[in-house]
């Protein structure tokens, strides 16, 4: 049985979502917000991207990692460095011209991996596959070992 709660607090359609544990991130265009689904309230807003949020994960150290425009960013919410909105550290900058998205986080070999509008595949910073593609890549998804 389900129990339907509702969480107000974007301002423009959600249009990406991610769940771990009890922790719900969800985004709009340029903000992301960090609910607290114990207490169905909004606990962090990160705002000032400069373009469309098209991602996010959030690993088991509360690293939220964040593909907008041409940059994968990471935020450390654990040690609550996410101090007007500054980014931990930027992972990958790509041209500014090109949009990254679709991020997965193989944990038990720390990579990333994650897409662009190009058809392109990356895995940590390297370009995996070029072009094999022929098509927008919208969702990646791995089988563990």
């Known amino acids: 049985m389900f129990t339907r709660?509702?969480?107000?607090?974007h301002?423009?359609?959600?249009?990406?979502?991610y769940c771990k544990d009890n922790i719900l991130l969800s985004?709009?265009?340029?903000?992301?917000?960090?609910?607290?689904?114990r207490i169905n309230r909004s606990v962090k807003c990160?705002?000032?991207?400069?373009?469309d949020v098209e991602d996010m994960i959030i690993d088991d150290n509360e690293i939220i990692t964040v593909a907008s425009g041409n940059k994968i960013i990471n935020f450390d919410t654990k040690?609550?460095?996410i101090i007007n909105n500054t980014p931990t550290s930027i992972l990958y900058e790509?041209?500014?011209?090109?949009?990254?998205?679709c991020l997965l986080?193989?944990?038990s070999f720390n990579q990333l991996v994650f897409c662009d509008e190009d058809y392109n595949i990356y895995c940590n910073n390297q370009?995996?596959?070029d072009k094999i593609h022929t098509g927008l890549i919208s969702s990646i998804a791995c089988d563990p070992i």
């Open 5 to 9: 709660s509702y969480l107000q607090g």
């Open 46 to 51: 990160l705002t000032g991207f400069n373009r």
């Open 105 to 107: 986080h193989l944990e």
């Open 127 to 129: 370009m995996f596959h």
């Open 79 to 81: 040690n609550d460095k």
């Open 11 to 17: 301002k423009d359609s959600v249009n990406c979502l």
């Open 94 to 101: 790509g041209k500014e011209s090109k949009t990254l998205n």
């Open 27 to 37: 985004a709009d265009s340029k903000t992301i917000r960090i609910w607290d689904l």
